[in-house]
């Protein structure tokens, strides 16, 4: 789980069920691999969580483990303190989630997407590639997104064409 290459606060809690790659830096009183937070399967044996390369977990950055499936964190991506991640929920690459935004488990959140101060993702849902999700925004079930656009408010409604969704860093 651990190499030479990461770093992990003293603070941190890393369960025993995470698989981590190189290159990545776990802030202090981060909670990553912890059972799925579902009442109805409440205390069972979680699924693995994998995390890929050079993430940035700032601190207080909770990612639950798998219930049905792996909870996956791709490459090169930014979470921002007091984050959490669902069970089940696939974090792809390049994505930065701003300070206290939420992901309902089940959830995938695809490459250069950033999510905003606050918002909070449905479970289930789906966010494509390089949108933006604005601070504070709620995206409810309903809300189907497209390709490099943005969304706010409550509930999150379509804003436009996201320019700065064609990041690759």
Not at 79 to 85: Q, V
Not at 110 to 136: E, P, T, W, Y
Request: hydrophobic share 35%.
């Amino acid at each position: 789980m651990e190499s030479s290459t990461n770093y992990i606060h003293p603070t941190a809690i890393i369960y025993d069920n995470v698989v981590m790659g190189e290159h990545n830096y776990i802030g202090a009183y981060c909670i990553i691999g912890a059972p799925a937070e579902h009442k109805g399967n409440w205390g069972t044996t979680s699924d693995i969580v994998v995390i890929g390369d050079n993430n940035v977990f700032t601190g207080l950055v909770t990612i639950d483990g798998g219930m049905d499936d792996v909870t996956y964190i791709g490459d090169n991506n930014f979470f921002m303190k007091h984050t959490h991640i669902g069970h089940d929920v696939q974090v792809m690459d390049n994505v930065i989630i701003s300070c206290g935004a939420k992901i309902g488990g089940h959830s995938i959140i695809d490459s250069n997407v950033n999510i905003g101060l606050n918002a909070v993702i449905h479970q289930r849902q789906f966010i494509a590639k390089g949108c933006m999700i604005g601070m504070g925004a709620v995206v409810t079930k309903k809300l189907v997104t497209e390709p490099y656009t943005k969304y706010a408010g409550n509930p999150a409604k379509y804003l436009g064409h996201n320019e700065s969704g064609n990041r690759t860093t």
